[in-house]
DNA sequence: ATATTATGAACGAACGATCATTCGAAACTA
DNA sequence: TAGTTTCGAATGATCGTTCGTTCATAATAT
């Protein structure tokens, strides 16, 4: 068994790869994307691309599964950080507001990006499993008294829809202002509508 | 000069090009649809979809202009008929709730697709006339004095993004009840966030 | 009224371009 | 040397689009 080229890390043509990939699917999106065009773009082969994966969508697939990881580890260790779900709600659309600025692609394509259609298989995004942490700390919010009573999928919706939408009308270019200077406004407008 | 057949209303195959285009590009996506397929589905010929439609994206421009004048004279409606702000945005969702049970597809294709992707040229769906109306809503129910004074991008992202959470959770199958029986509930969100 | 011509809607096989994928050889590591 | 990684030209399939043709009807001529 020959190990990977000691002149490069371990991973890192995955990783030239799935980056280059990130950076054309949010730039053109996944069908105006060829193979050839993801090659050059992570300076490596047509070749090299169908080692590291069985097919362009997996490319795609792994993608997706990376951001959601990051996305799910974000929110553990804002409920290991955070005691009541005022807090916690308030930790998700700060986090997702910095994530916002700081790796616009990433966040452009998990949230905005239609994966059903270059992924079939994959559930929808508002049924993926961070989406689901979310609804359960609105959900235990409820428990503790801390959220009025009502349908779960209404409270959350409410509670973090606004921020989405602010999100997407950034990313859309239609919002001029760093998302973290409206952090402040976002979360009274959004806890409001909730709030016991 | 010939007239077209007597036996079909003029126009009449422009609109099962359209019908067709509109389920396929919801069911499969725009890329994933082809020309012979859509000639299939509107059971006409392939050569009739290019004799009264530029191209493939032409089909998909006329059909996104078309849901786009609706929701507009929706909105000339709905203003015409209310003059408050609480009145206008209340029955704003209402219609948004309305219009996913009656035309999933329509709303599916308007809200959720990404036409950056096969309609270059076009504006965000966030910057387009009909948001526009939206956000005017709610700016002069600001000069009103019934909203709180804020961006006004941040008020109609809290007042309607509840609301537009929750139509993409119920396109995705995530939720199981008619829409409109929500209505109350999450009105009294939207309204909590952002009302004086 | 009847015959003839003109018009453009509808058709679908065929074309050229592009794409995802393969594969045999070269390069490199251990 | 043996095993792995990289390469990119070649392949086969698919797609959007074109275009020569057919045909029903309207307009015109007889």
């Given at each position: 068994?020959?190990?990977p080229?000691?002149?490069?890390?371990?991973g890192q043509?995955?990783?030239?790869?799935?980056?280059?990939?990130?950076?054309?699917?949010?730039?053109?999106?996944?069908?105006?994307?060829?193979?050839?065009?993801?090659?050059?773009?992570?300076?490596?082969?047509v070749?090299?691309i169908?080692h590291?994966?069985?097919?362009?969508?997996?490319?795609?697939r792994?993608l997706?599964?990376?951001?959601?990881?990051g996305?799910?580890?974000?929110?553990a260790h804002?409920?290991a950080?955070?005691?009541?779900?005022?807090?916690r709600?308030?930790?998700?659309?700060?986090?997702l507001f910095?994530?916002?600025e700081?790796?616009?692609?990433?966040?452009?394509?998990?949230?905005y990006?239609?994966?059903?259609?270059?992924?079939?298989?994959?559930?929808?995004v508002?049924?993926?499993?961070?989406?689901?942490?979310?609804?359960?700390?609105?959900?235990?919010?409820?428990?503790r008294?801390?959220?009025r009573r009502?349908?779960?999928?209404?409270?959350?919706a409410?509670?973090?829809g606004?921020?989405?939408?602010?999100?997407t009308?950034?990313?859309?270019?239609?919002?001029?202002?760093?998302?973290?200077?409206?952090?402040?406004l976002v979360?009274?407008?959004?806890?409001?509508?909730?709030a016991?």
């Open positions: 068994m020959a190990r080229p000691a002149n490069v890390a371990p043509i995955r990783e030239q790869i799935i980056v280059a990939a990130l950076h054309l699917f949010t730039q053109r999106g996944y069908f105006n994307t060829s193979v050839p065009d993801m090659a050059r773009t992570a300076q490596v082969s070749g090299s169908y590291h994966f069985k097919d362009k969508e997996d490319v795609a792994a997706y599964l990376s951001l959601m990881e996305m799910q580890s974000e929110l804002i409920a950080n955070h005691a009541t779900a005022a807090g709600c308030r930790a998700v659309i700060a986090m910095e994530l916002t700081s790796s616009r692609e990433a966040m452009d394509f998990m949230l990006a239609k994966h059903r259609e270059f992924l079939p298989g994959e559930r929808p508002c049924s993926s499993q961070p989406f689901e942490t979310m609804r359960d700390f609105v959900q235990q919010g409820m428990d008294g801390e959220i009502m349908d779960v999928m209404v409270a959350s409410s509670l973090f606004g921020a989405l939408r602010l999100i009308a950034r990313l859309d270019g239609v919002l001029a202002e760093p998302l973290p200077d409206q952090l402040e979360w009274e407008c959004a806890w409001r509508s909730i016991a």
